[in-house]
T-cell receptor, first 116, second 114 residues
């Protein structure tokens, strides 16, 4: 089955620790995204990548880092610099083929991160 | 003023009711409009997509866009308990080179009671 997988489903972090959230897609999509969802806040864009080895900051990138070494993988690291990391993290991907303007974003099942 | 405004609800209706969900926006460059459905503790899934103004129907769901009023709606006819979810509107300017950017509303929590 084609789709997006995120792991782990639940993650607990102690204060001062870095943690890495995994996102893998087998849809052959060029673009991948990370969003954060908080209650009453909607989805906010953290980072996005339109091509391997390149990525851009979204609206709330501070305290986060990403890498895009492979087309199918876009891991997100939540660093100790992120002051309020407890949230639901969603990864998405889309096909941005040449000539397309609109791209549907397909979402993974999410990772719920809790800071202890 | 936020770019996209959406009433968070919660909205509770009896089974079979017609549901109306709405978003307003301020950015006149938006021309692609989407509705996502998100079940509790799951990722959002695309429900409806509309380009520019007009209506689009898919089964029990109808999406409407009024660009002159900067107002979009999602109607659900004959609502079912399985429609209970959070509904997120999303919009994009669809500009070449930056078509990644989706701006989301905060979502409306809908409960359909049997």
């Amino acid at each position: 089955d084609g789709g997006i997988t995120q792991s782990p489903k639940y993650l607990f972090r102690k204060e001062g620790q870095n943690v890495t959230l995994s996102c893998e897609q087998n849809l052959n999509h060029d673009a991948m995204y990370w969003y954060r969802q908080d209650p009453g806040q909607g989805l906010r864009l953290i980072y996005y990548s339109q091509i391997v080895n390149d990525f851009q900051k979204g609206d709330i990138a501070e305290g986060y880092s990403v890498s895009r070494e492979k087309k199918e993988s876009f891991p997100l690291t939540v660093t100790s610099a992120q002051k309020n990391p407890t949230a639901f993290y969603l990864c998405a991907s889309s096909n941005i083929a040449s000539g397309m303007i609109y791209n549907e974003q397909f979402f993974g099942p999410g990772t719920r991160l809790t800071v202890l | 003023q936020k770019e996209v405004e959406q009433d968070p609800g919660p909205l509770s209706v009896p089974e079979g009711a017609i549901v109306s969900l709405n978003c307003t926006y301020s950015n006149s460059a938006f021309q692609y409009f989407m509705w996502y459905r998100q079940y509790s503790r799951k990722g959002p899934e695309l429900l409806m997509y509309t380009y520019s103004s007009g209506n689009k129907e898919d089964g029990r769901f109808t999406a409407q866009v009024d660009k002159s009023s900067k107002y979009i709606s999602l109607f659900i006819r004959d609502s079912q308990p399985s429609d209970s979810a959070t509904y997120l509107c999303a919009m994009s300017a669809g500009l070449r080179g930056s078509n990644y950017k989706l701006t989301f509303g905060k979502g409306t929590l809908l409960t359909v009671n049997p």
